[in-house]
């Protein structure tokens, strides 16, 4: 069924519809390791039950207060739900304007709302790039990566919505998938163009498709692209999103005293400062083993070979 124009030109109907779909999906790639499943960001969450287990998963520690677990009765939910709330206070996570009331009843923006400011602090909050956090430190590792392919990206909305960059981001984490990437861009529709990104993120990272490529025609959510790319980010930093010549180097400190190496790299251009992404929580670890990715030069030189046939990948 045809979309309303009214979507098409970015009405609120549209961004609500986008985001539900994107923080749906986001939420259930982590809750997929309980078997548990949101079909209804609306009505799922009533009872708190998966908010419960959501938080869990992202902070990595059991919930700290006793909750019901099959909860029957409208106070019961409330009391979960309460129990999230205060958890997220606890945390120091800044949520205004929205209850427990609000969750249970189903009010579509409001829950929206709250989705985005656990990803805001969960997901995007816990990037960090050459010191630089959030948002920008995801703009700032990006263009790291794309920078090879002399291509910047300025923002998650218009920079995104004709594909290219996905599909220059697929290239610089596996340049195999898509080898001839600037003529494949050149000679495909933006559509194809998407269709073709989201289908390799999905079948060689294990990035679920937050997205349908017509969701990025019109007026772009910056809060959907964002969060879809923070996941590219995410499967790279655990080093699943890396070619393996890259994974078997990216933990190896380069001692100041290896002049051999260095005297190698230092003339690698157009590279970026890092060979893969680290959250805050990595610091501590980055700051021994911290290597530049000009240090990887040669290696990356291995990984862009000469361009040969253009092969179009199957986006079934």
């Not at 209804?40 to 959501?54: E, K, N, P, Q, V």
């Not at 909305?157 to 594909?163: A, D, L, P, R």
Request: hydrophobic letters at 40%; charged letters at 15%; aromatic letters at 10%.
């Amino acid at each position: 069924m045809q979309r309303r124009p009214s979507n098409i030109q970015g009405g609120d109907e549209f961004w609500i519809d986008v985001q539900k779909k994107a923080f749906t999906r986001w939420a259930n790639s982590y809750l997929s390791d309980r078997a548990q499943v949101i079909t209804d960001l609306y009505t799922d969450l009533g009872d708190g039950l998966r908010l419960i287990s959501l938080l869990e998963l992202l902070t990595d520690a059991p919930f700290p207060s006793k909750y019901t677990k099959e909860p029957r009765f409208r106070i019961h939910k409330l009391e979960n739900l309460n129990m999230v709330f205060g958890f997220l206070a606890k945390e120091h996570v800044m949520v205004t304007n929205i209850g427990s009331s609000d969750i249970l009843d189903g009010n579509g923006k409001l829950i929206l709302g709250l989705m985005w400011t656990i990803i805001k602090r969960y997901q995007v909050g816990d990037i960090a790039v050459d010191g630089v956090s959030g948002k920008e430190g995801l703009l700032l590792w990006c263009n790291q990566l794309l920078a090879p392919l002399h291509f910047h990206v300025s923002n998650f909305t218009t920079n995104w919505s004709n594909g290219v960059a996905f599909c220059y981001l697929v290239h610089a984490l596996q340049p195999a998938l898509l080898p001839n990437v600037v003529d494949w861009c050149d000679l495909h529709s933006a559509m194809e163009n998407l269709a073709t990104a989201f289908s390799l993120l999905e079948a060689h990272f294990a990035i679920p498709s937050l997205l349908s490529p017509e969701d990025l025609q019109g007026k772009v959510d910056e809060k959907s692209v964002l969060t879809y790319v923070s996941m590219v980010y995410q499967e790279c930093a655990s080093g699943n999103g890396l070619p393996p010549s890259i994974q078997e180097h990216h933990d190896v400190p380069v001692s100041s005293g290896t002049t051999q190496w260095t005297a190698a790299f230092e003339s690698a251009a157009h590279v970026p400062t890092w060979a893969t992404p680290f959250t805050k929580r990595d610091q501590p670890l980055v700051a021994k083993t911290q290597v530049s990715f000009a240090a990887l030069g040669p290696i990356m030189a291995l990984l862009y070979p000469a361009k040969g046939p253009i092969h179009k990948p199957s986006t079934e």
